[in-house]
């Protein structure tokens, strides 16, 4: 048994780029020579690192709309790096990937409906790729309150990861999770990453130059501190953003790949990943979290909320989630006006309607099964426009919107033109404008730079709609 257990966690992910009317990444040049980013960062990342089986040695997630493109884009790339994490599965009983959220969405900013939404959507999507259900998922931006723990738990998720600084009792240790208790009677496991050389990894390029160099430097001394202290096995859990591996870094996907199969084979230390680590030497400790809290915001979730610290000039943050709050809520009153209360489980037909996405099975069936009832002729091609109406409005929230200092980007107008798509299928179904409310205050975001506006991105593509509708009819 060796001492130190070495567990390397990248979170790979990009925001959706599709246009919501036809489904396609509209040409990005800053991408050149390729079409858009999702094809440049996986030529430079997650082709590489599927090619040196990168994906087998480390820990890691990939975004379910990630997936998705990669699905349409390179299937022989996503099925290598699902065989990958399949040969642990044979090997250990557990897999070392983990699932995530599905759009990215800031949990603890969401209502716990839409919590429930976005993590049974990531846990179907990862067993419907992967073929076995999650144990693990990766919180967007690991930005976490007690609600959205609870949701995990209830939905059987064991596991997540936290940054240090989301623990109450601060320090807490990277060398073993702990247990969190939950107010509705349950527990959830929680690692926090090694702060000092996740950091190294993720930040410094002159120490990812050399393998043999970052481990003699940063791991091998964890070793020699575990022999003074008793030598009982110890864990160091590293997390970064996947797309460092070749992407942000160039050769860091071959520097990883020695890494974790040359560099630490001759020294007392083994990769492990949590699910594993779990099976062997589960939680003995409890810990209380601060909530909200996340990775890359000292400030609590205020990054995608207000102005914040971490980002200037960003006064457009907060009207421009009290607008897509707005927007949710009229898209869900009327949602609940056509598909009923009472006995009806609506918001479970939304939690399912990811079955329907993925060509599971027909909407007439999965309302059926939610509802008990056939679902009448009449009520089909509204209930169709309603369900995809709900799928825009919660890729409206992508975090990816805010988390920049700027509006005038991709990121923040892909948003508005999927909260644009959301209230015009609605608008199909209500019969009347539902904009008025949401243009006047969108027209409260504005760039610093350029001075453009959400209310005339909003507008555009409102009219874009109106033009693509008369063609398909």
């Given at each position: 048994?060796?001492?130190?257990?070495?567990?390397?966690?990248?979170?790979?992910?990009?925001?959706?780029?599709?246009?919501p009317?036809?489904?396609?990444?509209?040409?990005?040049?800053?991408?050149?020579?390729?079409?858009?980013?999702?094809?440049?960062?996986?030529?430079?990342?997650?082709?590489?690192?599927?090619?040196?089986?990168?994906?087998?040695?480390?820990?890691?997630n990939?975004?379910?709309?990630?997936?998705?493109?990669?699905?349409?884009?390179?299937?022989?790339?996503?099925?290598?790096?699902?065989q990958?994490?399949?040969?642990?599965?044979?090997?250990?009983?557990?897999?070392?990937?983990?699932?995530?959220?599905?759009?990215?969405?800031?949990?603890?900013?969401?209502?716990?409906?839409?919590?429930?939404?976005?993590?049974?959507?990531?846990?179907?999507?990862?067993?419907?790729?992967?073929?076995?259900?999650p144990?693990?998922m990766?919180?967007?931006?690991t930005?976490?309150?007690l609600?959205?723990?609870?949701?995990?738990?209830?939905?059987?998720?064991?596991?997540?990861?936290?940054?240090?600084?989301?623990?109450?009792?601060?320090?807490?240790?990277p060398?073993?999770?702990?247990?969190?208790?939950?107010?509705?009677?349950?527990?959830?496991?929680?690692?926090?990453?090694d702060?000092?050389?996740?950091?190294?990894?993720?930040?410094?390029?002159?120490?990812t130059?050399?393998?043999?160099?970052?481990?003699q430097e940063?791991?091998?001394?964890?070793?020699?501190?575990?022999?003074?202290?008793?030598?009982?096995?110890?864990?160091?859990?590293?997390?970064?953003d996947?797309?460092?591996?070749?992407?942000?870094?160039?050769?860091?996907?071959?520097f990883?790949a020695?890494?974790?199969?040359?560099a630490?084979?001759?020294?007392?230390?083994?990769?492990?990943?949590?699910?594993?680590?779990?099976?062997?030497?589960?939680?003995t400790?409890?810990?209380?979290?601060?909530?909200p809290?996340?990775?890359?915001?000292h400030?609590?979730?205020?990054?995608?909320?207000?102005?914040?610290?971490?980002?200037?000039?960003?006064?457009?943050?907060?009207?421009?989630?009290?607008?897509?709050?707005?927007?949710?809520?009229?898209?869900?009153?009327?949602?609940?006006?056509?598909v009923?209360?009472?006995?009806?489980?609506?918001?479970?037909l939304?939690?399912?309607?990811?079955?329907?996405?993925?060509?599971?099975?027909?909407?007439?069936?999965?309302?059926?099964?939610?509802?008990?009832?056939?679902?009448?002729?009449?009520?089909?091609?509204?209930?169709?426009?309603?369900?995809?109406?709900?799928?825009?409005?919660?890729?409206?929230?992508?975090?990816?919107?805010?988390?920049?200092?700027d509006?005038?980007?991709?990121?923040?107008?892909?948003?508005?033109?999927?909260?644009?798509?959301?209230?015009?299928?609605?608008?199909?179904?209500?019969?009347?404008?539902?904009?008025?409310?949401?243009?006047?205050?969108?027209?409260?975001?504005?760039s610093?730079?350029?001075?453009?506006?959400?209310?005339?991105?909003?507008?555009?593509?409102?009219?874009?709609?109106?033009?693509?509708?008369?063609?398909?009819?």
């Amino acid at each position: 048994m060796k001492p130190l257990y070495l567990c390397i966690h990248a979170h790979f992910y990009q925001p959706p780029r599709e246009d919501p009317l036809t489904g396609e990444i509209p040409v990005e040049l800053g991408a050149t020579p390729f079409r858009n980013w999702n094809e440049r960062i996986h030529a430079q990342c997650y082709y590489p690192n599927a090619i040196l089986h990168n994906y087998e040695k480390i820990s890691f997630n990939i975004g379910p709309t990630l997936m998705e493109w990669m699905f349409d884009y390179d299937p022989i790339t996503l099925k290598r790096i699902i065989q990958q994490a399949q040969t642990n599965v044979e090997r250990y009983g557990v897999s070392n990937a983990m699932a995530q959220s599905y759009h990215h969405t800031i949990l603890p900013l969401a209502t716990r409906l839409d919590k429930i939404t976005q993590v049974r959507w990531g846990m179907y999507d990862y067993e419907m790729r992967f073929g076995y259900p999650p144990k693990g998922m990766w919180l967007p931006e690991t930005a976490v309150d007690l609600e959205t723990l609870e949701v995990l738990a209830e939905n059987g998720i064991e596991f997540t990861i936290l940054a240090p600084w989301q623990g109450k009792d601060i320090p807490v240790s990277p060398t073993h999770p702990y247990r969190v208790a939950l107010p509705n009677g349950k527990a959830i496991s929680v690692f926090f990453y090694d702060q000092s050389i996740s950091t190294r990894l993720s930040f410094d390029p002159g120490a990812t130059v050399n393998a043999d160099t970052f481990v003699q430097e940063f791991l091998l001394p964890k070793v020699g501190w575990i022999n003074r202290n008793g030598g009982a096995p110890t864990l160091t859990l590293l997390a970064s953003d996947g797309e460092l591996y070749g992407h942000h870094q160039a050769f860091r996907d071959k520097f990883l790949a020695y890494l974790v199969n040359g560099a630490i084979q001759d020294k007392p230390i083994e990769l492990i990943y949590p699910a594993r680590w779990l099976k062997e030497f589960p939680p003995t400790e409890t810990v209380e979290i601060i909530e909200p809290s996340s990775w890359s915001c000292h400030h609590g979730v205020l990054r995608w909320a207000g102005e914040c610290p971490c980002t200037p000039n960003a006064s457009w943050k907060d009207p421009l989630r009290e607008a897509f709050n707005e927007i949710a809520e009229t898209i869900d009153k009327i949602y609940l006006e056509v598909v009923g209360e009472g006995e009806n489980n609506p918001w479970e037909l939304r939690h399912q309607y990811i079955r329907v996405v993925f060509g599971e099975i027909s909407l007439d069936v999965l309302y059926e099964q939610v509802m008990g009832k056939p679902l009448d002729v009449s009520l089909r091609d509204e209930l169709y426009l309603l369900l995809r109406a709900q799928y825009e409005r919660q890729r409206m929230f992508t975090s990816c919107g805010w988390f920049f200092d700027d509006f005038d980007r991709i990121e923040p107008k892909n948003n508005v033109a999927y909260a644009a798509q959301a209230l015009w299928l609605t608008q199909l179904v209500y019969g009347r404008d539902l904009t008025q409310v949401a243009r006047e205050k969108l027209r409260h975001v504005k760039s610093w730079r350029t001075g453009l506006t959400a209310d005339e991105v909003f507008v555009k593509h409102l009219q874009r709609a109106q033009d693509f509708w008369k063609v398909k009819v």
